[in-house]
């Protein structure tokens, strides 16, 4: 799969803090003057700056799909439902299936979440950019807080006391690409993006207390088929004879040829499960090559988040959760 480029999603949006939140750099500098746990930095726009990583973010990102999947599908493979969705204990899993084995095979074999983050034997199809603060809103506000450990047994201090530094203002601005993705790809990440706005769960340093909770503001997402043209009202696809309304958001299973599709255990085409309308026309990428359809502003993109739940709904029939 990684050797065709079908499909790419661009989310585009915004990362605000709602209350404090630290993402320590994971070591101590000389200067007696700075907190104990200190922001990660870099430099950014001219100076040096405070900033989220993407590799943070991707962490969290997906340890709460796994979640998710976990709570809906099923912890292991199951035989009997071999399209369930599932994730794997990574802690206990040592891929030895995945050995000597096909591509196709050893994507078929990988859990829902391995199939979108990757392990051992796949690239990962989710790349997350750093979280920079915005150059157009005013700079993060960050603070010096005190804190000690405290002894569970005895009550009193374990640790400390110690300062570290949290950010409780600003804006910080990151895009997801997602490659080749499936609908109900697409649908885990906006559920993901739903319950991190909501306080689900957090980002960074003692999340359990209270640091870390997040604003998720949503700009716009560019869904591009690079491998298309727009021909009136409808997209076609280059070097076959496949075709779809130019309001069509496409999956990368709507691009697979039935024998690919069954190799790479995606659902039947005939099932339309990858496929579905929206309220956006398709137009032009750059250069005239390509198709992309753009949603702006939180509601569409949440319109398209909506849309491709449904897909993600269809692989859930009643009964199914572990």
Request: hydrophobic share 35%.
């Amino acid at each position: 799969m990684h050797k065709r480029f079908v499909n790419h999603c661009t989310i585009d949006l915004t990362l605000i803090p709602d209350g404090p939140i630290l993402i320590k750099s994971g070591k101590e500098g000389a200067d007696p003057t700075k907190p104990d746990m200190e922001f990660v930095e870099a430099y950014h726009a001219g100076g040096k700056s405070i900033y989220l990583p993407g590799s943070s973010l991707k962490g969290a990102i997906r340890a709460h799909a796994e979640r998710i999947v976990r709570t809906v599908g099923s912890e292991r493979y199951n035989s009997q439902k071999p399209n369930l969705p599932w994730a794997n204990d990574p802690l206990n899993d040592k891929y030895d299936y995945l050995k000597d084995q096909s591509a196709s095979e050893i994507y078929k074999l990988s859990c829902f979440t391995d199939q979108m983050f990757g392990n051992t034997s796949i690239a990962s199809r989710v790349r997350i950019e750093d979280a920079y603060p915005d150059k157009d809103k005013p700079k993060p506000k960050v603070e010096e807080r005190n804190g000690v450990a405290i002894d569970r047994v005895f009550g009193s201090v374990a640790v400390g006391p110690f300062n570290y530094q949290v950010c409780t203002a600003g804006e910080f601005h990151t895009k997801i690409h997602l490659k080749n993705f499936t609908l109900a790809q697409l649908a885990l990440i906006g559920l993901v993006l739903r319950d991190l706005n909501d306080g689900w769960f957090g980002l960074g340093f003692a999340k359990s207390r209270g640091l870390g909770t997040v604003i998720v503001k949503l700009n716009s997402a560019t869904v591009q088929y690079p491998g298309c043209i727009l021909d009136g009202n409808q997209i076609c696809a280059i070097g076959t004879q496949k075709q779809w309304a130019y309001t069509s958001l496409l999956g990368a299973g709507e691009f697979l040829e039935p024998t690919e599709a069954q190799a790479y255990g995606f659902p039947s085409v005939d099932r339309s499960v990858d496929r579905e309308e929206t309220p956006v026309g398709a137009e032009k990428m750059d250069l005239g090559f390509g198709v992309q359809l753009t949603w702006s502003g939180d509601i569409q993109v949440k319109d398209l988040f909506a849309r491709a739940v449904t897909s993600w709904s269809q692989l859930f029939p009643r009964g199914t959760a572990a």
